[in-house]
C-alpha cells in the first residue's frame, strides 16, 4: 500500500479558538491530535518520512525503541499494523515486562513484538555497533530511532508548519527528544516565535542538540522553557491534574498530562506575568498522545 493512503486525515484537524484563555491575547489551539486515535499528533508526521523510506527499501518490519509510556511506539505499532507491515519495539527497563502499561497492551495487540532490556543496554541504542547487530538479527527491519529523532523525522515534522497560519505570532509545543520543534522551526517564516516547553527537569540541557540541527538562517526566534515540569517527566500532581479537569470542563477536549497539560499551564503563567507582548497572537499545538489512556 503506498504511503499516500494514508491512515490519518488532515481533513480532521483544525484550529479551535480558546477564548479566554489568556486575557487580553488571542490563543488557539492547532488539534494535531484529532488525526488518529492512537497515531495521533506529531507521531504521525515524524513516521510518515520513515515509513515510505522503509517501504522503497522493501523493508516488512519497523524497530523502534522507547519506554513503557512511549507514544511514539504505539503510533509506529499502528502504523505498522496498517500497511500491512510488522513491527518491533526494544523497550528501556526490564521492570517494563511484569505489569504491561496501556500503552504496551496497546502495542501487542496491533502485534507488535516487544524486546525488553535493562537500561544500560538500552542506552547503546544509537551506538552503531548495537544497530548493526541488529540489523543482522532482522535484516526486514527499518531502525528508526527512540521518537522518530532522524532526518526523515524532522522532515516530516516541518510539514505541521503548512497548518500553522502566518497571523500567529508565537508558536508553542511541547517538547520530548526535540525532534518536533526542530521540524517545526527550520520551516516556520522566521519571524514566528518558536516557544518549545520541556517537560523535564533541567530540559534545558536539548539546547545545543537542536541548535545543531537548525539550519543556518534560524537559529534565532526560539526559546525553551523547563520551568512547568511538576517534578520531572511523567510526573503529575493533584494542581495539574485539576487543571487538566478544569481545561476539559471550560474547553471540551482533553490535554494530556506528560505534555500538554503543562504547556498550557506554563503559557498562562508567561502571560500571566506580562511575557507576550499586548498584540500578541499564539497558537499552541496539541501533540496528541491521549492514545494511551
Ligand atoms: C512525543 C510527544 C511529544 C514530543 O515530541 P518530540 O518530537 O520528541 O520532541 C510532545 N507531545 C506529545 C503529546 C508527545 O506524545
Known sequence: MAITDSLVSSGNVYIQELPGFLPGLDCAMLRLDLLHPQVSGNKWYKLKHNISAAQ?????????FGGAYSNHLL??????AHYGMSSRGIVRGLYAERALTPVLQQCREYGMQLEFLERQAYDQKTDPGYTAQLSSRYPDAFIIPEGGANAAGRAGAGEIAELVPSV??????????????????NALPSGQQLLGFVPMKGGRYLEPEIRACLL????????????????????TDPE??????????????RL?????????????????????PSGSRILAIHTGGLGGN
Do not use: C, N
Open 240 to 253: 495539574l491534574l485539576s487543571y487538566l479537569h478544569s481545561f476539559e470542563q471550560q474547553y471540551g477536549f
Open 56 to 64: 522503497q527499501q522493501g523493508k516488512t518490519m519497523l524497530l523502534s
Open 216 to 235: 543556518p538562517g534560524k537559529q534565532v526566534h526560539w526559546s525553551l522553557t523547563d520551568d512547568w515540569h511538576f517534578g520531572g517527566f511523567g510526573k
Open 256 to 276: 494530556d498530562k506528560v505534555y500538554t497539560a503543562k504547556m498550557m499551564y506554563g503559557l498562562q503563567r508567561i502571560a500571566g506575568s506580562g511575557g507576550f
Open 168 to 185: 500567529f505570532t508565537h508558536i508553542a509545543v511541547s517538547v520530548g527528544t526535540g525532534t518536533t520543534f526542530i521540524g517545526l522551526r
Open 75 to 80: 503510533a509506529l505499532a499502528a502504523a505498522a
